[in-house]
């Protein structure tokens, strides 16, 4: 009988040892002559069991994780290879309770495909999103985009559809579809995962905005530290030049980024593309009128893409039949931090910050009780326990002085300090800045010293009003949102958390 | 560092992005993926190829965080300190490879043996704190693992 082992090539998995579990398998299948296949598939979002390995029984596939290097003889000789139980056997991972309670639009194949096989993703329903949107005319197909709802999963929320009548509406001898894989915030790794789980989903939901907007050409940005996921689009761009899936109609060349956050901002993502130093553009000129090489530009985050793909195959209503108030859909919210289940959860809009934290994620990792969550990446602010009734909805999110942004969720136990976690924004927002605008260059810096002398006990009361100052003027005085929006996380932590702001806080939180 | 071809002279690895749009970046990958870092003689090289100004090149090579001007040490581990490997004790990790190495955060250590140097997020935040280690991921990091790899790639 020929078997399948599944042993995620997904860089968490990776990261635990998921390469040398692959080649341990692989020995003792070839020693003891059996037939057996190893894909590499991604993750399906329990990263708390990866490596989860997996392998096909008459049953279905079995799943057993999260499987070190040294489990694997053990492994074996209880029988792996024909399904058989052991202590680190899960059943059918999909039968878990964390993956049978989502509704996976979006990540419906990642971690269950091959991502390096086209005909994989195409047995498994790919491709038909594309051959709708082909079969519909311009107006209707943006119009499908539009019925939707899908708001753009990058950070600011604005409608995809709206983005793109604009682009397919301006007349210019070119355009062009950037996606933005920059996917800096802490927190999150939802990009990285659909990249290296099922790359074509990404590919066709460019090609469909090639259509959709009448460009030929996409460029996918892809930030440094994601080499798997770089490598895992190159391997699928290939299978779908070969194909003839790309090359004829819309080709798509990767560009990989260079260790600046800021350069997940649209317009200094375009000017890294441009081969210049990733400084933000004044807007306007919007990039849908003037974005790439001057050009009409739709430029999305990597899950707003990866959402049209379903949504032509199945129709917007579906989509849009999910969701909460005005964000419709579902959200793939990452659990991150000081998580006991951390990983992938997708799930429609409207679900409460506390029931991802306390009921899904299972609380913290250590054990301590949960003290505060960052959600939004660093630009995020911090929510005390007393704020998780919160739904998941933008404008939800917007009434407490939070945001969604990329739907990373970072959770902390009592020992965090929430004066070095303020102290940290301001220093993030110093290393990164791009030098633009004086309020975010010069402002980061002051802060991170005004912190500095309020923790020293250095006239405290007035510390306190100067960073409130900062703040301010940094909010109203930033040209983007690095240095508009550092104050949330620091303004947060100062109003939740006071009583680490004292001088007599004695830094002893921190052990 | 692993680094590629060494025999290839610099003219051979820009001539590949020849008329492409926006090659700058590009290039600086691939010069630095060939010789480890870009230096003030490379950077003629790359203006005059590309027909940009030194200044331009210059500007760009400092504006990124992922480029060098000068060889990093022959190991070089890049340790998360974002949000999320702080709540799971990143700066205790930090803090121990400083001590361990005997080599400050953003430094080489004077034996050219090891680059000690932050990153921010690797995209491992659910199974922190992780780290990059010569271009591999580790996650679920504690000090004695750390030990056990630093061991085995400065060997
Ligand atoms: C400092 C900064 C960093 C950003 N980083 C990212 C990023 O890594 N990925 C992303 O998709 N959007 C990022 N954005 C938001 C983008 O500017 C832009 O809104 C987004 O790419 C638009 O795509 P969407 O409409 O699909 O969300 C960032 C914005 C700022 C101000
Ligand atoms: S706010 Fe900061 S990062 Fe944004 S444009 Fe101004 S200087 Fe650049
Ligand atoms: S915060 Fe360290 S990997 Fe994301």
């Keep these: 009988m020929s078997r399948i ?20 398998l692989r020995g003792h299948a070839d020693r003891l002559g059996l037939d057996v296949t190893i894909v590499r598939n991604g993750s399906r979002g329990m990263h708390w069991l990866e490596p989860l390995v997996e392998i096909t029984t008459r049953d279905g596939r079995i799943g057993y994780g999260p499987v ?32 049978a309670a989502q509704q996976r639009l979006t990540f419906a194949r990642c971690g269950i495909v091959d991502p390096a096989s086209l005909a994989d993703y195409i047995a498994h329903g790919g491709g038909v999103g594309l051959r709708q949107a082909r079969a519909l005319d311009a107006d209707a197909r943006i119009a499908t985009v539009k019925a939707s709802g899908l708001r753009g999963r990058g950070g600011a929320g604005f409608p995809t559809g709206i983005k793109w009548e604009t682009v397919a509406n301006a007349v210019a001898p070119r355009k ?28 066709e939901g460019m090609a469909i905005c090639g259509l959709c907007i009448g460009a030929s050409h996409g460029y996918l940005y892809i930030r440094s530290e994601y080499p798997h996921a770089i490598a895992a689009m190159a391997t699928a761009i290939g299978a779908a030049r070969a194909a003839g899936w790309l090359g004829a109609d819309f080709d798509i060349e990767i560009r990989v980024g260079a260790g600046s956050y800021v350069c997940g901002e649209e317009t200094a993502l375009l000017e890294s593309i441009e081969g210049r130093r990733g400084q933000v553009r004044a807007k306007p000129p919007l990039p849908a009128h003037k974005g790439l090489f001057g050009m009409p530009t739709a430029i999305n985050n990597v899950l707003s893409l990866v959402a049209i793909p379903h949504i032509f195959a199945d129709g917007p209503d579906v989509y849009a039949g999910v969701g909460h108030g005005r964000s419709r859909g579902t959200m793939p919210i990452q659990l991150a931090g000081n998580i ?20 899904i994620g299972g609380g913290t990792a250590s054990g301590r009780p949960v003290r505060a969550v960052q959600i939004g990446g660093p630009l995020g602010a911090y929510f005390p326990p007393h704020l998780f009734d919160t739904p998941i909805d933008y404008e939800a999110f917007a009434a407490v002085g939070g945001l969604i942004g990329h739907g990373g969720i970072t959770v902390f136990d009592d020992s965090v300090d929430m004066a070095r976690m ?90 | 560092m692993t680094t590629g071809n060494p025999s290839l002279s610099l003219a051979e690895v820009i001539a590949p992005f020849a008329g492409m749009a926006g090659a700058l970046l590009p290039v600086l990958h691939a010069v630095q993926q060939a010789f480890g870092h870009i230096d003030d003689a490379a950077v003629v090289v790359i203006a005059e190829k590309l027909n940009l100004s030194r200044a331009d090149v210059h500007g760009v090579l400092t504006f990124y965080h992922d480029f060098r001007r000068r060889p990093a040490g022959r190991t070089v581990l890049k340790i998360c300190r974002a949000e999320a490997c702080q709540a799971m ?28 140097e932050p990153v921010y997020c690797l995209g491992l935040c659910s199974a922190a704190p992780s780290a990059m280690l010569d271009g591999q991921v580790f996650a679920r990091l504690s000090p004695d693992r750390l030990d056990a790899l630093l061991a085995g790639a400065m060997s």
């Design chain 1, 5 to 24: 082992v599944y042993v995620p090539g997904d860089a968490v998995a990776v990261a635990c040892g998921a390469d040398q579990v692959a080649a341990a």
């Design chain 1, 176 to 203: 062009y579809v950037v996606c933005n894989a920059d996917e800096g915030d802490s927190g999150t790794f939802a990009d990285r995962m659909i990249m290296e789980g099922d790359p074509f989903l990404l590919i």
């Design chain 2, 89 to 116: 004790g990143s700066d205790a990790l930090i803090a121990h490879a400083e001590a361990r190495l005997a080599t400050p955060m953003h430094s080489q250590r004077a034996d050219g043996a090891i680059s000690l």
């Design chain 1, 68 to 99: 070190d290097v040294a489990d694997v003889d053990g492994l074996v000789a209880a029988g792996f290879f024909d399904g058989a139980p052991h202590p680190l056997g899960i059943g059918k991972p999909g039968e878990q309770p964390f993956l």
């Design chain 1, 340 to 359: 006991r289940h951390g990983g992938l959860y997708e799930t429609p809009f409207g679900i409460t910050l506390g029931a991802l934290v306390n009921d």
């Design chain 1, 422 to 511: 303020a102290r940290f924004a301001f220093e993030f927002c110093a290393i990164e800045s791009c030098g633009k605008c004086t309020p975010c260059r010069i402002g980061a810096v002051r802060g991170v010293e005004t912190i500095d002398k309020l923790i020293a006990g250095d006239q405290p009361e007035a510390q306190l009003a100067l960073i409130t100052d900062l703040a301010e003027t940094m909010k109203f005085g930033s040209l983007c949102a690095l240095g508009g929006f550092t104050p949330y996380p620091v303004m947060s932590a100062l109003t939740h958390f006071p009583e680490d702001f004292r001088p007599d806080a004695a830094r002893q939180v921190a052990g």
